[in-house]
Each structure stands twice: as structure tokens, then as C-alpha cells.
């Protein structure tokens, strides 16, 4: 069982930035992968960024360039730090990880306002 807690979320101008942070139960490195998903109602659930255990990372295009996905091993939390914030950009923020099966933490939102 791993449990994520997130938490950065909140309300930021555009062109702001946000870091969201997102804190594992057990060793992040021993999960295959962690990763990011927004959710916007009446819209469908968008991936947005992943962090392999071998450090691949991979991005939705609407985000490329200014969102970064990273890991700090030793506080056992991935980051997802938002950069140039677009109202477009809001949403629930899911972070997930993905081992013999996929476990999601509670969402945090972001508002953008224009």
C-alpha cells in the first residue's frame, strides 16, 4: 500500500508559478513511476508530467517548457514545479505512482486567475 499526500496548490496569477509537491509512504525509488494527472470538470482527465525510476521523465505538450518533474529520494517526494502559469493551467492536481498497481493521492487545486 502507498499513500501520497499533496499539497502547493492554491491561487496564483498568470504567468506565476506554483510548486506542487506530492509525499510517499515508502522509498520513491522503489516505485516504477510517479507521476501527474489534472482534472477539470467537464473536461477529460489529462495527463500532465511522469518520473520513471530510471529518472525518464515525459510531458503533456500543453506544458512542455514550463512545468519540471523531479524527486528528492531522501525526502521521498516528487515535485512538480509550475512555471508561467496559463488560466488554462487550472485544475485538481493528481499525483499518482505506479508499481504492480496505481494508487492516487487526494488532488490539490489550482486556480489561475487572469
Known amino acids: 500500500q502507498v499513500q501520497l499526500v499533496e499539497s502547493g496548490g492554491g491561487l496564483v496569477q498568470a504567468g506565476g508559478s506554483l510548486r506542487l509537491s506530492c509525499a510517499a509512504s515508502?522509498?520513491?525509488?522503489?516505485?516504477?513511476?510517479v507521476g501527474w494527472y489534472r482534472q477539470t470538470p467537464g473536461k477529460q482527465r489529462e495527463s500532465v508530467a511522469i518520473i520513471t525510476k530510471g529518472g525518464f521523465t515525459n510531458y503533456a505538450d500543453s506544458v512542455k517548457g514550463r512545468f519540471t518533474i523531479s524527486r528528492d529520494n531522501a525526502k521521498n517526494t516528487v515535485y512538480l514545479q509550475m512555471n508561467s502559469l496559463k488560466p488554462e493551467d487550472a485544475a485538481v492536481y493528481y499525483c499518482?505512482?505506479?508499481?504492480?498497481?496505481?494508487?492516487w493521492g487526494q488532488g490539490t487545486q489550482v486556480t489561475v486567475s487572469s
Open positions: 515508502i522509498r520513491i525509488f522503489s516505485i516504477n513511476a
Open positions: 499518482y505512482a505506479q508499481n504492480s498497481r496505481t494508487y
